[in-house]
Every structure is written in structure tokens, then in C-alpha cells.
């Protein structure tokens, strides 16, 4: 059972299981596991691939974070949410989506253009190991 704390925005936080939370204000309505980055505002907005003003990400969202309310950002850690299914993904790499806003996915973007960034491994089916690497662009340089 999480435990619910009330911080500002700009805290940190670390959970009895190690996750690493950051708290940040929503520039629109987020959804619980959606990858995030924050905008030239200072705000997170969800994360999308296949445009380098959406990238790179900070982090996958730790519950539903209203637009313009505050809400946590898991940085590194495990993050279980229903909204995943990793079947047949165990053990494997998951990345920011380029189709889905917010999306993350196990299968790497690959289209010329499009930003790869890992953003965890699945330990289990609706589990997220959060471990966040760099961003390289497809074909080109960022």
C-alpha cells in the first residue's frame, strides 16, 4: 500500500522500497505510468518520441496528476500501475513511446528521426523497474 504525503512542488522523496520521487506540477492532465518530461515552463506534460520538444523524459508518472495540480514522478525505482502490461516482456528494455503520448512500450523507436530513450526494464507484467538512460535520435544527432 503506498502511502500518501503531501510535499511542494520542487521536493524529493524516497520511499521505504528505495523509488526515488520527484514533485512537479502537471501542464495537462497525466495519466499514472505515462512517461513525462518537463516543458520550457518547468511543468510535465507527457512524453512522446517522435518530437524532440517532448523528450527527453524525467520519469513515469507515480499517480493521475490533474492539469496544473501537482503530483509525483517516480525517477528511479519500481513503479507497478495497472495501466501496463508488459506480457512477453519480462527482463527486457522499455522505451518512450513515438505513437502513444505518454506511452512506453518494449519495442525501441526506429524510424528515422524518432528519439530512443530507455526508460526501465520489466521485472514483472504490470511492474516498471524505472532506470532512465540517455536519448539518441534515430538516424541523426540531437
Keep these: 500500500m503506498r502511502q500518501r504525503f503531501i510535499r511542494r512542488v520542487g521536493d524529493f522523496e524516497r ?3 528505495g523509488t526515488e520521487i520527484a514533485i512537479f506540477t502537471a501542464a495537462a492532465a497525466i495519466t499514472e505510468g505515462d512517461a513525462v518530461f518537463v516543458n520550457s515552463s518547468g511543468r510535465v506534460d507527457r512524453a512522446r518520441a517522435d518530437a524532440s520538444a517532448t523528450m527527453h523524459a524525467v520519469g513515469v508518472a507515480y499517480e493521475a496528476i490533474a492539469s496544473a495540480g501537482a503530483g509525483r514522478v517516480v ?12 506480457s512477453g516482456r519480462l527482463g527486457l528494455f522499455a522505451y518512450v513511446s513515438p505513437t502513444s503520448a505518454g506511452g512506453v512500450t518494449g519495442v525501441p523507436p526506429s524510424s528515422s528521426g524518432q528519439i530512443r530513450q530507455q526508460v526501465g526494464v520489466w521485472r ?6 524505472v532506470t532512465l538512460g540517455g536519448a ?3 538516424g541523426g544527432t540531437l
Excluded: F, K
Design 75 to 86: 525517477t528511479h525505482g519500481p513503479m507497478r500501475s495497472d495501466n501496463y502490461d508488459a
Design 136 to 138: 539518441t535520435q534515430v
Design 15 to 17: 520511499e521505504p522500497d
Design 124 to 129: 514483472e507484467r504490470r511492474l516498471l523497474y
